[in-house]
């Protein structure tokens, strides 16, 4: 039984176009990420939400726009995407934000703009 | 502002050989620190979690110590086989982070039979 599944798995699409990602966690956290590791295999936090409510929104563009519809699900939507937009989007999850943040991720979604 | 280096970028070794992974934090003021396994084309799988207050956690062949003071983290694979071929990360949770993980750039690692 997945504990943070993310749909979908690969995602290619044209420059331009709108897309969304979605993240369901069954593990009753509070708390949810989104993280994106660019070509150099970095990873950096974009948002997190912590129930229901935006807690970190690190320098992302607007085109960005996280939505949390409840506790379990932390969607993410792209608007107007671009060729820089390329880059694999993880969804995780922890108890809390604070000392409880032991952290699962979900597989990934690679997206490919083209 | 928090910076994980983790050394080395690349590692390969002979199946069996002991494994020593190392992550370094410039600001000691952690909750924890986490030590992620990332396969080629695939999430990161939780290993260990260690508090701030702990000073090694263990889970069958590998062991993780914490040194806050001094912004270290070792990360221990004792007797190492092909399949512990993967991508390893450590990632630190500040106090004033709001629960965001910093993460080095992470240590390949690859086991030859």
């Known amino acids: 039984d997945t504990a943070v599944s993310q749909t979908p798995k690969y995602l290619v699409t044209q420059m331009g176009n709108d897309k969304s990602i979605k993240c369901e966690q069954n593990l009753g956290h509070d708390t949810m990420y989104w993280y994106k590791q660019d070509s150099k295999k970095f990873l950096k936090i974009m948002f997190s939400y912590n129930n229901k409510e935006l807690i970190i929104n690190e320098t992302v563009p607007n085109r960005f726009s996280p939505k949390s519809p409840d506790k379990a699900h932390l969607n993410l939507h792209i608007n107007s995407l671009e060729l820089g937009d390329s880059a694999v989007y993880f969804c995780?999850?922890?108890?809390?934000?604070?000392?409880?943040?032991?952290?699962?991720f979900g597989q990934g979604t690679r997206l490919t703009v083209v | 502002k928090q910076e994980v280096t983790q050394i080395p970028a690349a590692l390969s070794v002979p199946e069996g050989e002991n494994l020593v992974l190392n992550c370094s934090f410039t600001?000691?003021?952690?909750?924890?620190l986490q030590w992620f396994r990332q396969d080629p084309g695939k999430g990161l799988t939780s290993l260990l979690l260690?508090?701030?207050?702990?000073r090694e956690q263990t889970s069958g062949r590998l062991n993780a110590s914490l040194d806050k003071s001094s912004g270290r983290s070792t990360l221990y694979i004792a007797a190492s086989q092909p399949g512990d071929s993967a991508t390893y990360l450590c990632?630190?949770?500040?106090?004033?982070?709001?629960?965001?993980?910093?993460f080095g750039a992470g240590t390949q690692v690859v086991v030859t039979p």
């Open positions: 990632a630190v949770t500040g106090t004033d982070s709001w629960g965001k993980l910093q």
């Open positions: 600001d000691s003021a952690i909750y924890n």
């Open positions: 260690i508090q701030s207050s702990q």
């Open positions: 995780a999850s922890s108890q809390d934000p604070g000392m409880n943040t032991e952290a699962f």
